[in-house]
């Protein structure tokens, strides 16, 4: 149930994910997350954690979160990201119709402190899908990049990624470590704007190299260290 390629990836990459998904009609989703720095292998392209809001059927989706990408941010340290797509096709990170909003006193790109836990969201208020980190909404995607069709969710995910090279990468998930340990990467205190109480599926594509557990009903810890 993860998010498809994006544009800047090439098209070769494998994804992996140990995700929570909920299709779920809402106004938006929120959670705390811990940011983490995990390894990246130079022959992989990107590990991240994060949520995508999602219309029903996956076509449109507006995500924000954290990477390790040193194709996209320079170096292997955890970077705040936005992203769009639009019919099921990609934008690019952090820009593409993206406006950022003025007070706030981060912008997407900017790098994030690691082995914190921060606060994420996305809601759509008032003809926007605002985006926040930590105690600040950052910015917004407004509704005319969809031409006005998009204005609630039908499916919303929180997840790990890593986009590899191969079906068998050196690179971590999370902070590298299964999520039968205490310690592992973790997403919490999950919920709702203007929809249901949380009632999620936990699971993970590649188990052998990264896992997924759903802690209780708003919670979940992810990671592994993959194939190496």
């Known amino acids: 149930m993860g998010v498809s390629p994006k544009s800047v990836t090439p098209a070769v990459s494998t994804y992996l994910y140990g995700t929570s998904y909920q299709y779920a009609a809402a106004n938006g989703m929120f959670a705390y997350m811990s940011v983490e720095r995990p390894f990246l292998s130079t022959a992989d392209f990107h590990s991240l954690g994060e949520l995508a809001a999602q219309s029903a059927d996956g076509q449109q989706?507006?995500?924000?979160?954290?990477?390790?990408?040193?194709?996209?941010?320079?170096?292997?340290?955890p970077h705040l990201f936005v992203f769009h797509w639009v019919d099921r096709i990609p934008s690019c990170y952090n820009g593409c119709g993206f406006v950022a909003y003025?007070?706030?006193t981060i912008r997407p790109g900017a790098a994030l402190p690691s082995g914190t836990t921060q606060f994420f969201a996305i809601q759509h208020y008032q003809g926007n899908w605002w985006v926040a980190y930590g105690s600040q909404w950052i910015g917004y995607f407004p509704d005319s990049l969809?031409?006005?069709?998009?204005?609630?969710?039908?499916?919303?995910?929180?997840?790990g990624e890593v986009s590899a090279n191969s079906g068998a990468p050196c690179t971590d998930m999370g902070n590298g470590q299964f999520s039968s340990s205490g310690t592992a990467a973790a997403?919490?205190?999950m919920g709702f704007y203007g929809g249901p109480a949380v009632s999620k599926t936990t699971y993970a594509t590649h188990p052998a190299y990264y896992t997924a557990v759903s802690t209780n009903a708003t919670s979940m810890r992810y990671g592994g260290p993959g194939a190496c």
């Open 61 to 77: 989706i507006v995500e924000i979160g954290w990477t390790v990408d040193r194709g996209l941010n320079g170096d292997v340290n």
């Open 102 to 104: 003025t007070p706030a």
């Open 146 to 159: 969809w031409s006005g069709r998009y204005t609630r969710t039908g499916l919303t995910q929180w997840f």
């Open 187 to 189: 997403i919490s205190t």
